[in-house]
């Protein structure tokens, strides 16, 4: 038997020590909690991306009583970017989660489905994007997201 080990590596900040442009994007995220609609799990989830052209688009979850017919806040924000910009990769995302009357003390990932989004829109430009996820106690920060996705199924799996 052959064993194969995945290393991931993420980065982990006080937002001090962000750079202003990830405060920035960070901010516009967790504004865009506001914008959710989480009647059912009562977890607001807001999401931004900063495009290579400075440009900044926002997402929140949306869910439904039909749960499978929600949408998640990075989905929402790229695709709202590309729908508009289709030509600008994403150089940045930023994550936050709202629950309870305050902002998540643990960082909040993005789950399977919009992995699988992120890798689509990183394989489409040939480009990494940072991905920041925040909490009240740190950011999580990926410069790929290959680093949360290892051995992602991509484009070149078609070929």
Same mark, same amino acid.
């Not at 489905?113 to 990183?122: D, F, I, K, S």
């Given at each position: 038997?052959? $064993?194969?080990? *995945?290393? +991931? ?8 020590? @962000? +750079?202003?442009?990830e ?7 967790? $504004? ?23 440009? #900044?688009?926002i ?12 949408? @998640?806040?990075?989905? #929402? ?6 729908? #508009? *910009? ?10 936050? /989660? ?7 003390? $643990?960082?909040? #990932?993005? @789950?399977? /489905?919009c ?6 829109? $990183?394989?489409?430009?040939?480009a990494p ?19 949360l *996705? ?6 070149e799996?078609?070929?």
């Amino acid at each position: 038997m052959k $064993e194969i080990n *995945l290393t +991931t590596k993420i980065a982990v900040y006080p937002l001090e020590e @962000c +750079t202003d442009a990830e405060k920035k994007l960070i901010e516009a995220a967790k $504004e865009a909690t506001l914008n959710a609609y989480a009647p059912y799990s009562r977890f607001l989830v807001g999401a931004a991306v900063l495009l290579e052209n400075g440009q #900044t688009f926002i997402g929140s979850n949306q869910e439904n009583a039909a749960y499978p017919s929600g949408l @998640c806040a990075e989905r #929402t924000a790229v695709f709202s970017a590309h729908s #508009t *910009l289709h030509d600008q990769k994403v150089e940045m995302i930023a994550i936050a /989660a709202w629950r309870d009357g305050k902002f998540t003390e $643990e960082v909040i #990932t993005p @789950c399977g /489905a919009c992995r699988q989004v992120l890798l689509e829109a $990183e394989n489409r430009f040939d480009a990494p994007m940072r991905i920041l996820m925040y909490s009240e106690n740190a950011v999580y920060v990926a410069n790929s997201i290959k680093e949360l *996705l290892p051995l992602s199924f991509g484009d070149e799996m078609l070929k």
